[in-house]
Nanobody, 123 residues
Framework: VRLAESGGGSIESGGSLTLDCRTE????????FAWFRQIPGQEREGVAS???????TYADSVKGRFTISEDKGKHHLYLQMTNLKPEDSAMYYC??????????????????WGQGTQVTVSS
């Protein structure tokens, strides 16, 4: 099982990026997927989640600006980010797990992680 993120980069404040998480191998597609982000020296922060029932959750800091979605047939998880702010700068990770009540509150709920993709937003 492997998760691989792409789509990060450097962008000016107000810009948009779409992150892509490609999955390889068997993953319990019926359960919970999420995006987290982390700044060096800080804890990993949940950004958004996508559950088996297609219900989504978002951190308050990104509501209205970020959208999580999946393309199950192609085994991709996306995070569309708009109106980016400097405080969105971080390493972004996708994660997969068996959480039935899907949310991105606790990284330990997730079994599989990608290596991350860096997002840097300049003011």
């Amino acid at each position: 099982v492997r998760l691989a993120e792409s789509g990060g980069g450097s962008i000016e404040s107000g810009g948009s990026l779409t992150l892509d998480c490609r999955t390889e191998g068997y993953i319990a597609w019926r359960q919970c997927f999420a995006w987290f982000r982390q700044i060096p020296g800080q804890e990993r922060e949940g950004v958004a989640s996508f559950g088996i029932d297609h219900l989504t959750t978002y951190a308050d800091s990104v509501k209205g600006r970020f959208t999580i979605s999946e393309d199950k047939g192609k085994h991709h998880l996306y995070l569309q980010m708009t109106n980016l702010k400097p405080e969105d700068s971080a390493m972004y990770y996708c994660a997969a797990g068996g959480l039935s009540n899907c949310h991105a509150k606790n990284p330990t709920d997730f079994n599989y992680w990608g290596q991350g993709t860096q997002v840097t937003v300049s003011s």
